[in-house]
DNA sequence: TCCATAGGATGATACGTATCATCTTATAAG
DNA sequence: CTTATAAGATGATACGTATCATCCTATGGA
């Protein structure tokens, strides 16, 4: 690895030689990985947390502790607040997009934006929020956030529209983005619809949004 | 109007006579409108913060100042925070019905739900939250209310319900309920989704959703 | 004119929360 | 083993907020 460095003693002069490096660029006293572990733990804890509970569910205190924590080291881990939340919404979108692409993926071609359809409609996505859409969870709370967020939250939404859109009915790209915004128009609004009401009624919406959005493409 | 008690000396024993019935019954210092009339007036205001701000937009301080008081005479309106934010949603949800049923109303029957739509989606609706539908405008957020208000939530969503389940297309009442809820879905969707957008990307997201709903039906 | 009182104002309390200053400690390098 | 230092802990501060006790005052009736 280091073989070409380990013999100082042919360095002339002040050229960097590897006990330089390791005092300048080497000094972790901790496994390099630790702190990144614990700062996405933070982050997974967060996001499950703000889907769960809205964005003022993941208070510093209650986030840390739930990742084994106090609330003193969180400023080491983000510059404020506003931070972690944006990442935990970034990491929860990952999270839906993941399942919904590796759903979308083992279904033909055609068919894949049906599947998307049935497992964002499935009752045990909406009995967990903590791992579902993050738009339908707090879609609302997120149009009333910070200007200086904003732009940010733009941008994770047409990420999840272009990781979603290659799979939407329709001929032209321009087609399959008007199917996008009518499908996840829907999904979203049954899941926030459906959650309002008792556990029967609400797998009635879900099943009567996916017979809507199925027969109307 | 109260002429048969006007003479007390008429009266035998221990009845009631007009002095009697004032101190006991009619001693109001203040015009017996004038409590209403505030109390109205506290609820509006904070159904507009709820709705433009989310369920803690309405700060027990800030509705009392928008209705030009202070926060101690809340607790004269109200036994609780969560007795406001139920009558405050209450009041939001008249607001949309009778916005929607005027609009329909005026229309022909068979179109009236085609009016609801275009109403609901309208620009200015997704531009004004504070006079818009509260399904829209913290949906989600209702979701994870405490459970003693569920039951009273529910009730407001199914009358909203049974106000637009006539203007709903479909031939038999389970139709229209069908109707009813993918409509919704679709409508409540679509503006969460593009308040999250800039503005004229916002506005192609609800006219999508208008001519995606004009269509499906 | 005076009084009783309900509506409203003042002020206090208790709690949650974001943020930051300062202290402690684990650990890789020497 | 020692040491430097970054990760984390403790504790303090400041602010917002719900709630309530207590005071003030406008006003209809006498």
Chains 1, 2 share one sequence.
């Not at 919904?100 to 964002?120: D, F, M, N, R």
Request: with cysteine; charged share 25%; glycine share 6%.
């Amino acid at each position: 690895m280091d073989s070409s460095l380990s013999s100082s003693s042919r360095s002339q002069g002040p050229r960097l030689h590897p006990g330089m490096i390791s005092s300048i660029l080497l000094v972790m006293r901790y496994r390099p990985e630790h702190k990144i572990e614990t700062h996405e733990k933070i982050v997974k804890d967060a996001s499950r947390r703000v889907r769960a509970e809205g964005l003022n569910g993941a208070a510093v205190a209650a986030v840390m502790r739930d990742a084994g924590l106090t609330h003193g080291g969180f400023y080491k881990h983000f510059a404020s607040k506003d931070e972690l939340l944006i990442e935990s919404l970034k990491e929860g979108f990952q999270d839906i997009i993941a399942s919904l692409v590796h759903a979308a993926e083992q279904s033909p071609p055609g068919e894949a934006w049906k599947t998307i359809v049935k497992t964002y409609l499935r009752p045990e996505m909406s009995e967990h929020p903590e791992h579902g859409c993050p738009l339908a969870t707090l879609g609302p709370e997120l149009a009333r956030v910070d200007k200086r967020m904003k732009p940010q939250i733009v941008t994770e939404l047409v990420n999840y529209k272009s990781r979603m859109v290659p799979f939407m009915p329709g001929r032209r790209t321009a087609d399959k983005e008007r199917a996008f915004f009518a499908i996840f128009s829907t999904m979203i609004g049954a899941v926030a619809l459906g959650r309002l009401l008792p556990d029967p009624v609400r797998d009635r919406v879900l099943a009567n949004a996916q017979d809507f959005l199925l027969r109307g493409f």
